[in-house]
């Protein structure tokens, strides 16, 4: 079979395989839910995610092993994550075939040179793991303070190799040498004795932004499949919202429409795992490139070059994508996938400066700290980023989640939303709770966020633990945040209407709402009596709708003076209301005396060590706008600072 | 002004052809601005098609009830159907039936916050047996639908037992109005599982409820509305009464094996829960939510919305005057 056939049903088959992955993320039972199918994998099969949170958080998580061996394989054989496995690639790979198919050859070539922006990407990804590598800089600043004989015993060993090196003449200038080595040692030892490491760098996890495979995770379950499944109605009952979907709707748009401007725009210029990749590439064991032999300089090769890696020419290895198109067009057979180099040379390495290497590094670095300048993780913190059960303090949070939307796809009641300008820059897209949107608040008995969670920002939580049941009751349940109820807006407590739909959908035992039971003189509710009889009074100057006061809430009692307990209403007319037969009036009011009209009122009250911002109640309120009863992260388990409790 | 000499010559027939041409675009554009004109713009509120559930008593049986003691449902079921000389006074060959149960909370059957996964499933097999063509089961709950039904038990119970499940989905609401009523007005109401049904059977659980004081046979009809239905809350007792009035069920089966006694109507805990072991099937909703209240300790006079339902003529809270068939089954 032709190479490329295989090629393309290797990229076909993990395409659906992505695509699968994603339609079976879903709650339920059936063979096509979640039954166990290994949706994480081509998450876990990309090193740049395993990477990131190795030097946010030193430790490789579970599943993320995977990319173990992706990387091995890449060792081996070159990009084939690029040209053959990443669902992300293929779709870029069919758009840029739809939009060179009625261009001329010449005009093909000319698409499929190298063009030095190529280089942007490898700036991303350096700029991307800086920012993860905060704590591996401190440390190594560290060091200095901790035992300044290292660095005393590297300028010692680096001088004596330098003058080692001089001698043999490989280095010119030993001066020169040397100057730069002091002020390296120096600057190091400085930094370190006389700075705080630790609070010079922050560690933020941002590869998930340009990522390919979070990306297209994020993409495809967070706008696509709810716009399919919108119109079809197939996978879930009521059709999923994504808050500021359109953002990251935007973003894939833009990387799929600028295959017509340039064939694999993403791939070439932005994708920072294919930079990983072609730096890993460089010691590829396999690799394409020509053979000893007679070439007709057709170009041919170049016709559909996926990699715009030149292989007419000396090919860049590092930026082959292993389409193996050239080999199969090469009329002469000259071009292989072979363990030698190409015999017309080979310009091995990304083409990086490095200038642009120090600023991106730069840019990396110093770009957290300046937006944890805001104060988000300290006295800024914001309420309404209100994480999923089991989420890590915000800090380590940001140091994991790589916005796929994995826990937002598989959230049963579509509670879990991409944070917009909430969480920060940094924590956009990330998981937040919006009790608005979806089907109900946070299932009392659900913990499919974590369980799913690639990275475990979000704690793989079982129930004992995220209830507090058993062997965690000591800890006692996993709290998001906590429901306040606003007085200016509940309606027993505001405006003399009977409510408690919030107490009542409390799922709890005991409910963390409870009521306070309060009598409340309706307006107007003052009135003379005109004429009584021991079941009813009749009243001046009323007009009342018949009924009004007769809904089982309202009571009738003496305004002053006598001992007369309340009576319920039962009956109620324009102007006389009538109380229950069993319990008539021991004296009844007298003509020209005043008596009340009250609604029994229950005010809802939230008892702070029991709630745990489960929202339940905030989407049930029946104040539809801005609810009355709504969770903030106040009291949030992940965060102790965050407690109200004493 | 153009000089003469620069004058394009053009011909008459295409100058014809392009006056055509362009008389037929402003024919067009005044066409379809008089077709599509509205002077006065959109009115204050569209009108649309309301729905009524047809009345599924059967006047021919008369009011029945029978109230069986025992531990275990399916049996005292069993026998609360055989009291009443059987389920085929009610279900005929060829009848499709729909069970409203309450699957209100995504919690285990244990915590007895929903209609019991057994009770359900038995009744599904006594309908098949007495020559169901179709049994339905439907709600419209407060927590996830999806989970709902899934955590209850109830979904398993309806698949083993043959009967189809229906979910909610937002084209699945019509708009009802109940005569007589003041709250019910132009209200989104769960239509699509009655289409084509001829019985209904109503599953509730006996549960403590705050705000209404129970929440029981009548109460259970509160799933079958749709829309921002909570802000019925504000006249509970009457929006039951309605719901009573909305709804004639061919009987309803209100199960006591276990009261939620407290903290309901989610329960939560088994501290919440109280074995009463009773099992009622009533033709008349109110009589059978009126026995009800006793299971919880309290005094039918002390609901209002019960009063409430009777006076409106659904019912009597004199369960006494239905001679209920009582019976006990270990």
Known sequence: MNIITVRRISQIFFFVLFIWFCIVSSFGEKWWQLRGWPVNWILQLDPLVALGTILTTRTLYAGLAWALLTMVLTVLLGRFFCGWLCPFGTIHQFFGWIGRRRKKFAERVAANQYRPAQAIKYYLLIGLLTAAAGDVFADFLHVARQWPMIPGLVFAIGLAALSFLAIRKVVPNLKKAVGVLVSLVGAWLAVGMFLHPEALFGVSLQTGWLDPIPLIHRSVNLVLLPIVDAAMGIRSTSPRFYVGAWTIGAVFLAAVLLNFLVPRFYCRFICPLGALFAVLSGLALWRVGKREGKCTDCELCENNCEGACEPFEKIRSSECLLCMNCLDACQQAQMTYSTARSAAGEVSGPNISRRGFIISAVVGVTGVPMLRLSGLLGANWQPRVVRPPGALAEEQFLERCLKCGQCMRVCPTNVIQPAMAEAGLEGLWTPVLNFRVGTSGCQLNCVACGQICPTAAIRPLILDEKLGRNKFASAGPIRMGLAFVDRSRCLPWVMDKPCIVCQENCPLSPKAIYVQERFSTVRDGVLTVKDATPTSVELCGVAWIPGQFATGDYFCKPASGGDEERRQIVECTANAVTIAAAKPWRVAPAPGSRVEIQVHLQQPKVDPRVCTGCGICEHECPVSGLRAIRVTAENETRNRKHSLLL | ?330
């Open chain 2, 1 to 330: 002004m153009t000089n003469p000499q620069d004058a394009q010559v053009i011909s008459r027939r295409d100058f014809l052809a392009r006056a055509a041409k362009a008389g037929a675009a402003i024919a067009a554009t005044g066409v379809i601005g008089y077709w599509l004109y509205d002077r006065t713009g959109p009115k204050a509120q569209t009108v649309t098609e309301l729905v009524s559930l047809p009345d599924f008593s059967l006047s021919r049986v008369g009011p029945k009830m029978s109230i069986i003691t025992g531990a275990e449902r399916v049996r005292t079921i069993d026998r609360a159907f055989a009291a009443l000389g059987g389920i085929e006074q009610f279900i005929k060959k060829g009848d499709r039936v729909l069970l409203k149960v309450n699957a209100a909370f995504a919690s285990p059957p244990a915590l007895c916050a929903t209609a019991h996964p057994q009770l359900v499933g038995e009744v599904i097999r006594l309908c098949y047996l007495a020559g169901a063509a179709a049994v339905t089961v439907s709600d419209n709950p407060i927590n996830d639908p999806q989970s709902c039904f899934r955590l209850t038990g109830i979904a398993e119970a309806v698949q083993t037992a043959g009967a189809r499940l229906v979910l909610p989905q937002e084209n699945y609401f019509k708009p009802t109005t109940v005569r007589d009523g003041t709250l019910i007005k132009n209200w989104p109401l769960l239509y699509e599982p009655f289409r084509g049904v001829n019985k209904l059977i109503g599953i509730a659980p006996v549960k403590d409820h705050h705000r209404s004081g129970a929440s029981m046979s009548i109460k259970n009809w509160y799933g079958l509305m749709g829309g921002r239905r909570n802000v019925f809350h504000q006249d509970i007792h009457n929006i039951i009464k309605e719901l009573a009035m909305l709804v004639s069920p061919t009987l309803v089966i209100l199960d006591g094996t276990t009261t939620m006694i407290s903290n309901g109507p989610t329960g939560g805990s088994l501290d919440d829960l109280k074995q009463t072991n009773t099992m009622i099937v009533s033709t008349d909703q109110v009589a059978a939510d009126a026995f009800g209240a006793t299971l919880l300790g309290k005094n039918a006079a002390a609901l209002p919305f019960i009063a409430k339902a009777a006076a409106a003529g659904r019912g009597t809270a004199d369960y006494e005057s239905l001679k209920p068939a009582r019976d006990h089954v270990d």
